[in-house]
């Protein structure tokens, strides 16, 4: 077969092991990859020609399948446990040849492309994937090259993603069938047993956040970002559903990026060239942005349709609720050329809390931000998963702990110093339910949110009265533009205050028995900011 596309002539695979270069395909632009998916039965087009793709069994990331090669750069430096996993360079060798053996008489897609906005960190990478939409998330999610760059191009960092290998947990000395192994002395990520692409993104997230904190001194961040007219950077820290996405994405400002960056000492800069954004409940009226993102070159994934066509249903969750759309950053109309921006002036903390405790906006002081950075609070809704019958609150240390190769304290002491250093203001912000707990509420109006970050990055709350809540201690503005007071003060909005009590202590104990773990780093300032159980 005669290879495709453009790639640098001196590429040569067989330094990876891969011993044929008949079958691959290079650097194949989005519609060809989209075309390929299609002959080859793996999707269909939406109305609007993105390509829609079932990634099988795994519709999210598997954590437990997750590892990283114990070797002489990470025995004493990676903080082991449950989220980094040991395996022995014996074990990723084993695997590695297993997959390039089982890609060795298939088409193989290749895409060179880099990780990082800023020329003094970009770090290249190559993809050599089995599935043509592997490639094309590829294209979408990391920063792309032009010709020239290609034909002179030389990966550091390579991925081998293998969704139709299945490995053998009892013979090859893991715990299933699927895993994701990160190996740094090889500089190599494979990925073997499932389809879902944020593996590959993730991947190399776990990388950046290993190289650029440990020997670059640049901070690495699960944080959307995006700048006003006035050249102000805002950052948005939250985990899945907490609005990161599309909070970002607002018309009146520039984005800069949707999930992943780095605070270097002159700029906050995106990691990716494209989003990959939660398609639940999607809607031009809400999301406007993302919405009209998806078309030609994006990828839907695990989408139910309107019965008898091709338009998505964003209200389906047959196959999952976590459906994704990843598209380039192009597709967003104003997204920024250069995917940077400068010092920023604010920062949020995002949380969507379904016991309706945290009010919606409040501003925090230094010891608060690092107390709530290393919590990384959110709250899983009832009905979401099985079992989950009220409200389950999730902790994840700096809004990225499956994501942390080092202790999650380096990374905290990075941003207070940081935030120290340039007075960056800091606000938690609750995008959950007031008024009561997910069952009994609404959720706080999008509309609402919006306006109260529009007021903090404007400047209009610096100088509004604040009141101070007394378990958790957050400073409440008494008012805010084109806000309601009556939802600022989250204890006013409830109309039981007995029952808004006990379920402020009761999500003050959880804060208190995750952050145990954390105490014997902890300043005074930040243990000082732990909220306080009435008995």
Sequence with gaps: ??????????????????????????NLDPQTLTQDA???????????????????????????????????????????????????PEIFNNLKANILEYLSDKNVYAKDAYACSHADYKL???????KPWSAQFAHNMFRRLTENEILDFTPEWH?????????????????SSNFA???????????????????????????LNYLLAKERGVLPMHCSANIGESGDTAVFFGLS???????????KRALIGDDEHGWSDDAVFNFEGGCYAKCIGLSEEKEPEIFNAIKPGAILENIGFEAGTNVPDFEDTTITQNTRVSYPLEHISNAKSNSQGGIPKNIFF?????????PPISRLNAGQAMY??????????????????EPQATFSACFGAPFLPLHPTEYADMLGAKMTKHNTKVWLVNTGWSGGSASTSDRISLKYTRAMITAALEGKLDHVDYITTDIFGLEIPTECPNVPSDILNSRDAWADKIAYDEKAMHLADLFQKNFMKFESHASEAIMEAAPKVMV
């Design 181 to 207: 192994i990160i190996n740094f002395e090889a500089k190599t990520i494979i990925i073997g047993g499932t389809g879902y692409t944020g593996e590959i993104k993730k991947g190399i997230f776990s990388v």
């Design 159 to 175: 991925i081998l993603c293998a969704p139709g290998y299945h490995a053998d947990p009892l013979a090859d000395s893991i715990k």
């Design 350 to 358: 995002l949380t969507c809390d379904a016991f309706g405790v945290l």
């Design 241 to 251: 559903g907490t609005g990161k996405t599309t909070l970002s994405a607002d018309p």
């Design 124 to 130: 290249n990478i190559r993809l050599i994937a089995e």
């Design 38 to 88: 299609l002959d080859q039965n793996e999707g269909k087009l939406s109305h609007t020609g993105a390509l829609c793709i079932e990634t099988g069994r795994f519709t999210g990331r598997s954590p437990k399948d997750r590892y990283i090669v114990k070797d002489n750069i990470t025995a004493h430096t990676v903080d082991w446990g449950d989220i980094n996993q040991a395996v022995t």
């Design 1 to 26: 077969m005669i290879q495709k596309g453009i790639r640098n002539p001196n590429a040569d695979l067989a330094k990876i092991g891969f011993q044929t270069s008949e079958n691959v395909y290079w």
């Design 372 to 389: 709530h950075f290393i919590s990384g609070y959110t709250a899983k809704v009832a009905g979401t998963e099985d079992g989950i019958n």
